[in-house]
C-alpha cells in the first residue's frame, strides 16, 4: 500500500487552512500547515512533500521571497510549489513563476474545482512564463521587494523608536526606585514623626512635581482623622475629619489597593467635598491614596491626596506614590514600636527600685485579704509567700549594699573586688528572677495575672514556681523531698499558664494519693519533643486500674477491690489537656510505685 501524498499547506488565515484541510484531507492526501513564511521554509525542508500550498501575502517573508529561498536549496527540486493567491493580474502570475513557482490556484478557491486543481499539478500540469516576458517579472518582484524591504525598514524603525522610548522610562524610573531605596534606607534611624512625614512627603512632592499634597491619619482613638499639608518649610495642621464625614466613607468602601487620579477622580461623587476641603484644585489633576492597616481587619488607616497642574499622572507615578506611602506608614508603626520599647526598658530599669515596694505592699494586700472571710484561705497563701519572699529580698538588700562599698570606692576595684563585685551581681540577678517569678504565679494564682491568655512559657521555670506554691498552700509537706532533674534542652512552649499549672498539680496530687516518702520530677528529650516524668514510691498501681487511669468521670466508676492503690482523679483531666495540645501522657507501675509520663511537641 503506497503512502499518500503530503502536502504543506502555508496559510496565514485559520479558516482558509481548515477549508483546504478539509477538501484535500478526504481526497486522502496527507495534510501539514504553517502559518508564516519562516515557520513554513524550515517545515518543507523538514517534510520535503510532494506539493506547497503558497500564499503570497504572509507576515514576515512573503509567499515571493519564501518560493525563491526553497528554490535555492537542491533537495526541494522534486517539490512542486503552487501559489494561492487573490492577485489575479497578470502581472502577478508572472512574478510568482519567476520566483520558483509552478504554478498557482485563484483565491477564493472553489471547493468543486480546488481537488482537481490539485491533482493536475500533481499529475504533471506546469504553467510557464511567455517568450520574452521573464526580464518584466523579474523587474516586478524587484520592486516588491524593494516596497516589503522598505516597509520593514520602517517597522524595524519604530520599533527602535519605540525601544528607545522604553530604555528612557527604564532608567527614568530606576532612578526614582534608587532614590527610594536610599530614603528607605536614611529614614530607619529616625524616630520623630514629624521629621518621617517631612522627608516621605518631601521627596514624593518633588518627585511627582505635586502642586500640593495632604497627608490624613488616623487619630491614637481612633474618633477622627488628623491632616497635615506639607509646606516647602514644615507643615501646616488641616481641618480633622471625624470617621462619619461622608469623604471618610466614601474612601473606606473603596477597594483595596485603589489609587484614583484623573477623570476616575473627578466622576466619583466626594470630588467636590474635597475641592471644598482643599484636598485639590477644581481645575487641577487630582491623586486619592488610601492606606489601609496591616493588620488583618484592613481598616483605613490614613489616605494621600494631591494635585499637580495640567499634566495627569502616569501609571508608573502613582505605582511610586503607593511606594512612598508604604514606606512612610511602616516608619511611622515602625518609630512608635522603637519609643514603645524606649519606654519600656525605662520601666525595667526602675523595677529593681521598686521590688522592696511591692513586697510591702504585697504584706498589705495579705493582710488587707486576711480581713475578708471569702479570702481567707487566699490571705494564708499571701502570708506563707510573703515569707518565702523575705530571704531573695534580704540577699537583695545585703547584696546591693555590698555592693554600693565597691562602687562608692575612687579608686578602680582590684581583681579580687571585681570578682566580688561579679558575685554580688549575680547573687542580686538571681533574687531578683525568684522574686519576679514567684510574684507573677501568686498573681496568676490570685486570678490577677494573664493566666488564661496564651503566651511563650519556659517550663522549667513553670515547675520550680508552682512547686513553691504548692508548699506555700501546704499541699506540699516541707518534709517531702521533691527531687528535680531537668535536662530538657528546650522547654519554651507556647501556650496557657494556667494549663500547664493545673497539669502539674494533678500530676503531684497523683504522687501524694499513695502518701510516697520520695518524689522524683524529671525532664528530657529533644529539639521536637518536651517529655515529663515524675515518680514516686507510694505503692504499685493494679493493671486494671492503669488501662482506665484517664477515662473521664472516676467516681462513677465502682471501687477496686485489689489490694494495690488508686491512680489520682486529676488524671483524667491531664489527658484532655495533652490532646488540646497534642501531645501524649500515660501512667506505669514501677517497683515501688508508679511513674506518670508526658510527651509534649514543641512546634
Not at 481567707?376 to 519572699?389: D, E, I, N, Y
Not at 472516676?554 to 471501687?559: K, S, T, V
Request: charged share 25%.
Amino acid at each position: 500500500m503506497t503512502a499518500a501524498p503530503r502536502i504543506l499547506c502555508i496559510e496565514d488565515n485559520a479558516m482558509n487552512w481548515r477549508l483546504v484541510q478539509r477538501l484535500l484531507s478526504q481526497a486522502g492526501y496527507e495534510m501539514h500547515w504553517a502559518e508564516d513564511g519562516l515557520k513554513g521554509c524550515d517545515l518543507a525542508l523538514a517534510l520535503k512533500p510532494a506539493l506547497i500550498l503558497l500564499d503570497i501575502n504572509l507576515p514576515g517573508l512573503s509567499g515571493f521571497e519564501v518560493a525563491t529561498k526553497l528554490r535555492q536549496n537542491a533537495s526541494m527540486d522534486a517539490t512542486l510549489i503552487v501559489a494561492l493567491t487573490a492577485k489575479t493580474m497578470r502581472s502577478d502570475r508572472e512574478t510568482a513563476l519567476v520566483t520558483g513557482c509552478d504554478g498557482f490556484i485563484p483565491k477564493p478557491i472553489d471547493p468543486f474545482l480546488f481537488v482537481g486543481q490539485v491533482e493536475a499539478y500533481l499529475g504533471g500540469r506546469r504553467d510557464h512564463l511567455e517568450q520574452g516576458r521573464e526580464g518584466a517579472a523579474l523587474r516586478q518582484f524587484t520592486q516588491q521587494v524593494v516596497e516589503h524591504l522598505e516597509t520593514q525598514l520602517k517597522e524595524a524603525q519604530e520599533g527602535n523608536r519605540k525601544l528607545l522610548v522604553a530604555q528612557a522610562e527604564l532608567e527614568q524610573r530606576s532612578q526614582h526606585l534608587s532614590r527610594l531605596l536610599s530614603l528607605s534606607k536614611e529614614i530607619i534611624p529616625i524616630v520623630n514623626d514629624g521629621d518621617i512625614l517631612f522627608r516621605v512627603l518631601g521627596q514624593l512632592q518633588e518627585e511627582l512635581h505635586l502642586d500640593r499634597l495632604r497627608a490624613y491619619r488616623i487619630h491614637a482613638s481612633g474618633t477622627y482623622f488628623e491632616g497635615l499639608e506639607k509646606t516647602p518649610a514644615s507643615f501646616s495642621e488641616m481641618p480633622v475629619l471625624p470617621t462619619t464625614h461622608p469623604l471618610i466613607e466614601w474612601i473606606e468602601g473603596l477597594p483595596d489597593g485603589t489609587v484614583l487620579t484623573g477623570n476616575d477622580l473627578r466622576q466619583a461623587a466626594p470630588w467636590e467635598q474635597g475641592i471644598d476641603l482643599g484636598l485639590w484644585s477644581p481645575r487641577a489633576q487630582g491623586m486619592m491614596l488610601p492606606l489601609r492597616s496591616r493588620s488583618g481587619d484592613q481598616h483605613l488607616w490614613g489616605f494621600l491626596a494631591a494635585d499637580r497642574p495640567d499634566q495627569p499622572f502616569l501609571p508608573f507615578e502613582t505605582e511610586l506614590a503607593a511606594l512612598h506611602a508604604g514606606i512612610l506608614q511602616v516608619s511611622l508603626e515602625n518609630a512608635s514600636l522603637i519609643a514603645h520599647l524606649a519606654d519600656t526598658s525605662r520601666a525595667l530599669g526602675t523595677s529593681y527600685e521598686g521590688l522592696e515596694a511591692a513586697y510591702e505592699a504585697l504584706k498589705e494586700a495579705q493582710r488587707a485579704l486576711g480581713a475578708q472571710n471569702q479570702k481567707t484561705a487566699l490571705g494564708s497563701l499571701f502570708m506563707s509567700m510573703a515569707q518565702r519572699l523575705e530571704s531573695p529580698v534580704g540577699v537583695l538588700k545585703q547584696e546591693s549594699a555590698a555592693l554600693s562599698l565597691f562602687m562608692d570606692r575612687p579608686e578602680v576595684p582590684a581583681p579580687e573586688d571585681r570578682v566580688e563585685c561579679h558575685r554580688a551581681m549575680h547573687e542580686i540577678h538571681e533574687a531578683i528572677s525568684q522574686v519576679d517569678g514567684l510574684v507573677r504565679s501568686l498573681l496568676r494564682r490570685a486570678g490577677q495575672g494573664e493566666a488564661s491568655a496564651p503566651e511563650w512559657i519556659h517550663l522549667h521555670e513553670l515547675m520550680d514556681q508552682e512547686l513553691e506554691l504548692l508548699r506555700a498552700e501546704g499541699r506540699l509537706q516541707e518534709s517531702l523531698p521533691v527531687e528535680t532533674n531537668f535536662q530538657a534542652p528546650r522547654d519554651l512552649i507556647f501556650g496557657v499558664y494556667s494549663d500547664f499549672a493545673e497539669l502539674l498539680g494533678h500530676l503531684i496530687g497523683h504522687a501524694l494519693q499513695g502518701q510516697p516518702s520520695r518524689i522524683l520530677l524529671r525532664t528530657w528529650g529533644g529539639n521536637s519533643h518536651f517529655r515529663i516524668e515524675i515518680e514516686d514510691d507510694g505503692g504499685p498501681i493494679e493493671a486494671a486500674q492503669l488501662d482506665t487511669a484517664f477515662e473521664p468521670f472516676p467516681d462513677l466508676r465502682p471501687d477496686s477491690t485489689g489490694p494495690g492503690r488508686k491512680p489520682g482523679k486529676g488524671l483524667p483531666n491531664c489527658g484532655q489537656l495533652m490532646k488540646a495540645y497534642g501531645g501524649a501522657v500515660q501512667i506505669l507501675s514501677s517497683e515501688r510505685g508508679s511513674l506518670v509520663r508526658i510527651s509534649l511537641p514543641m512546634d
